[in-house]
Structure formats: C-alpha cells, structure tokens
C-alpha cells in the first residue's frame, strides 16, 4: 500500500457514498502481478440516515477491517480502498489469486465472532484494474472536491473561521486562445473577473477570481461550476487559493 490514502463522497444508486481510497497504489506495485479483484461486503448493524457506521461501530468496524487486511496483506491481498453506502461495506482487495479462500478464513477468524453478516465475491473485470480506474477512483469533480478539503483544512489550521467572503482566485490551463477567450466569455457571466494571461511550456493559462464564501460546500459549488465549464472548453481547472482572515 502507498501512503497517499484519501476519502471522498458521490452517489451511488442515489445513495450517498463514502470512498476511502489509495491513490497511488498503481504507482507502488505492478498490476499486472494483481490481477484478480475481490470485495468482503459487510452489513453495517445500526447505520445512521446516510447509511454510515457511527462512534462505537464505526470503531469496531475500523478494528475489524485492519485485522482483516493485517492478516490477508501476506497472503498476496492488497486492499485499494472502501466504499460504504446505504448500510453496506465493500473492502476491496486485488491478489495474484483468483480463489478467496484466503479472504473466507479471515472473514471466519475475525468477522464472524463479531456477530456481523459477511460475503465474499470476486469482481469481473474487462480490463486490468478497471474496477480501481472506473469505480473507486475520483472523476474530475471529486479530485477537487479532495483538494478543497485540504485547502480549507490549512485555512481552519491557520485561525481562518471560514465565515467570511473574500476573493479567491482560481486557475485553468487551455491548448489554445481561442478556448480560453470562450471559456473567459462564458465565466464573465457568472461573475468572474479575469485577472491573467501566461503561456507557458505550449499551455495557455488563465487566472480568473470572484469573492465567494470558502467553506468546504460553497467552494466546492464553485470549483464544480467552474470544472463543468471548462470541460466545455476543452481547458482543465488546476485549483484555487485565497487569503487567510482570522476571525
């Protein structure tokens, strides 16, 4: 496993969901040598309206998860994630072995004294590691969704009480002028202000800024507006940064 692990949350079935994630996984091992993709679901007990664990059985789900994980990383199963959704967790593992016989005597060791409903199945895939690329991975929005966080996590960390607008100024990369003009156009309505015009290493780069709120669900509003927006023009956005204010 890397060390680069990160949580997100989208919609699956128009159920919220929870994804844990190691985002550098592919980098760290070579896939080829793990090709079989298998998912432990368990059934959370008492999941709160969002279909999550809560306090002491999330605890206990964390405690169990990590022995089961301790106990199969020998084994040759690597685990690259969770998802949680209405009151069911899949841990996903990818392993050399296509059998999970490895995978039922954990769940037998460490899941079944605990009371908790287990199954064990292997996901089919067309391609190597499509299930990581196609379903666990972050789109677009999500990625950003992550730096948002971590953002507004340095700014709470720096005394900033989150409640006060300011300008924030966001970046975006485009192949020509020509996209970028449209995409400038397209922003001024939303009441945008262009702030700069670099080209640099064959990429044309936009500064544009507006004064917004930064709290984790305003700003990820406008980084969604603004993603949406260049992927119309062909540009891709590259992230925000603001000033801090302590309240």
Known sequence: MSE??????????????????????FNEINTEEYQYAHCLRLNVKNPNEDGFPIDAEADQLGEIEESVIDFLAPRNFINVGRVTTDGVRDIIFYSSQDESDSIAVAAQRFIQPTGYEASIFQIEEDENWEFYFEYLYPNQYQLQHIGNRQVV??????????????KVEHWLYFENTKMMKRFA??????????????HEEGKYILTISRVDLVDFH???????????????????YDGWETMVIKG
């Open 4 to 25: 680069n692990w990160d949580v997100y949350f989208g919609y699956i079935d128009d159920k919220v969901a929870s994804v844990v994630i190691d985002m550098d996984i």
């Open 153 to 166: 996590g340095h700014l709470e960390s720096s005394g900033d009480t989150l409640e006060v607008p300011r």
């Open 218 to 236: 305003s700003i990820s509003e406008v980084t969604d507006l603004l993603v949406k927006i260049s992927e119309q023009y062909e540009g891709e």
């Open 185 to 198: 156009k397209a922003v001024k309505k939303e009441g945008f202000i262009l702030e700069n015009e670099t």
